[in-house]
């Protein structure tokens, strides 16, 4: 067996650094596909760490060196592999790979970035859109991340007008709506310290449970505001993803991962509400803020004149 010399670039998640180094930006490189740090966190402790590294991903990048005859290169155990840390690469076996994989996902999970289980699931079943950035990355990138290495606008996928276009006229009203929503209807109401309005503002509904007499359901539809986050993911889907891509792509995975924060930001808003906890609710509200403007700054790139008008940031503060 022939030793096998794969890129695996490792980030530093707990700064801006890994945006830097790679492991949170949209890549077209070839090298090792990496399973799902949340699928593999299942079973396990809540340490997702150990991330399988495919043996079929493999790309060979040099030619076969000779073997020993037992199908170990070069006598040694097994295939190296390069590992790029810090701009630092490393010859490495897959389990000392597998272990440079740990300290960095602990190293997210310490600063607020890597893994939670609590507030997403197992399976990350509980955000609103369960594949995203995070769920096959194990990682939770920031607002801070993206302004110190922003997108540009070459490095987001190919998507045509026409479906683009499509996609504005459909969803442009309620994505719209939702921004001044939040902007500001939900920042009056927190101003306000309206406590008792914050809760039907923020109702995350219900599936019903059966009709009744009358052939009325007993389900309780989400508010506008709830809805609206939904609408941000499915118009993201035509910015950020061709009819002919076998999957999603990273651009969309990660603007999905902000929408699924903006809509855990909403959660700690009404639970705030809850207790009357002015101080928490404007720190959420913040928050949610940014995680919009981060999603702004994505999907506005491929709005052109022939698509529509691009949406403006939310500049108010609370």
Partial sequence: MARSSVILTLGLAGSAAAWHSGVLRPSTEHGVRLSSPVE????????????????S?????????????LGVADGSIGDKFSVTANGVTKQLTE????????????????AG???????????????????????????RPTPEDMKAKPLTFEELPFVPVQRRYTGYKKYNERVASGLALYEVELRGLIQGGKWAEVGPFLEIGSKGKGSN?????????????????????LFA??????ENDNGATQANLLV?????????????????????DTKAAKEA???????????????????????GDKYPVLAESI
């Fill in 113 to 139: 970035k890597g893994l939670d289980v609590e507030r997403r699931g197992q399976f990350n079943e509980k955000a609103l859109f369960s594949e995203d950035f995070y769920f096959k990355y194990g990682l």
């Fill in 285 to 307: 509200w913040t928050k949610g803020r940014d995680y919009i403007n981060a999603y702004l700054t994505i999907v506005n790139q491929p709005i052109n004149a022939k698509v």
């Fill in 213 to 233: 007499a009358q052939g009325e359901g007993t389900g309780v539809a989400a508010s506008p505001m709830r809805s609206s986050c939904r609408a941000f993911g």
């Fill in 237 to 242: 889907n035509t910015m950020l993803q061709s």
């Fill in 256 to 276: 999905r991962h902000f929408v699924n924060e903006l809509y855990f930001c909403l959660d700690d808003i009404q639970a705030a509400a809850k207790s009357g």
């Fill in 57 to 69: 991903a493999l790309m060979p990048l040099k030619a076969a060196f000779a073997t020993d005859g």
């Fill in 40 to 55: 593999a966190s299942a079973g396990l402790s809540r340490r997702a760490a150990l991330v399988p590294l495919a043996a």
């Fill in 95 to 110: 389990i000392e790979a597998r272990a440079e994989m740990t300290k960095k996902m602990e190293a997210a999970t310490a």
